[in-house]
């Protein structure tokens, strides 16, 4: 199997399980070309959710990968974790190019505060996304995606904890294998509803999805001949 690059891995990033249905809530209360920003708008159209979406999406990613690097033991394995990490920590900077940085959430008050934060069963605060600030049903909606991947982090690290050696290893590409399937609907949908410039990271990242994916099946499939001795 050849050597993974790190041009080679796509990053677009939340959570364990997939998300689409928050992030497509959270598409449907935008209206298609514009921007509620600051009391005025842009032409960014759906642009700053679908960021958000996959920014939370990369965290997820990188934070799997590095709570794996100290416990993989198959040196693919390990290779492919910090590709990962590089590779989504590229994608980031791309998307802070255009302007759009991991989401924070503003308190009504001012200053930041944690994700989903609830006041009087209302949630608070608006997320913004580097330059963009979402509109309240949608930073509702990103801030849940938040706490659900910081949810889902908190249960792998659960029941990862319970396994070791071989057992982990593949139950890490197994999990690579699922999110790259969700990182490549996601690029398929999102690039339907993007402007050029966010349509420019989902191109080049789609097809390295794809190899991904077969990179995944290809280690899943080796690991199961060399542990049933095939």
Avoid: W
């Amino acid at each position: 199997m050849r050597e993974i690059s790190r041009r080679d891995v796509m990053a677009a990033g939340a959570g364990m399980l997939p998300f689409f249905g928050l992030a497509g809530y959270a598409l449907a209360q935008t209206t298609p070309g514009t921007e509620r920003r600051g009391g005025s708008t842009t032409a960014a159209g759906h642009d700053p959710v679908m960021a958000a979406c996959l920014l939370v999406k990369g965290r997820r990613q990188i934070e799997v990968c590095r709570m794996a690097m100290d416990r993989l033991q198959n040196d693919e394995c390990k290779k492919f974790a910090q590709a990962e990490i590089e590779e989504h920590e590229h994608i980031a900077k791309r998307l802070g190019e255009l302007g759009y940085q991991f989401p924070t959430v503003g308190g009504r008050n001012g200053g930041v505060v944690q994700a989903g934060a609830t006041e009087g069963g209302q949630m608070t605060g608006t997320v913004t996304v580097g330059r963009a600030s979402l509109p309240a049903g949608v930073s509702d909606v990103i801030a849940m995606n938040m706490q659900v991947m910081e949810q889902c982090l908190a249960t792998l690290r659960s029941e990862t904890g319970k396994l070791q050696g071989v057992k982990f290893d593949k139950c890490f590409i197994g999990d690579q294998l699922h999110e790259h399937y969700s990182l490549f609907d996601h690029a398929v949908v999102f690039r339907k509803h993007s402007t050029r410039d966010l349509a420019g990271v989902l191109d080049e990242g789609k097809p390295v999805i794809e190899r991904h994916i077969a990179t995944c099946k290809a280690m899943m499939d080796k690991m199961d001949n060399a542990q049933h001795g095939g």
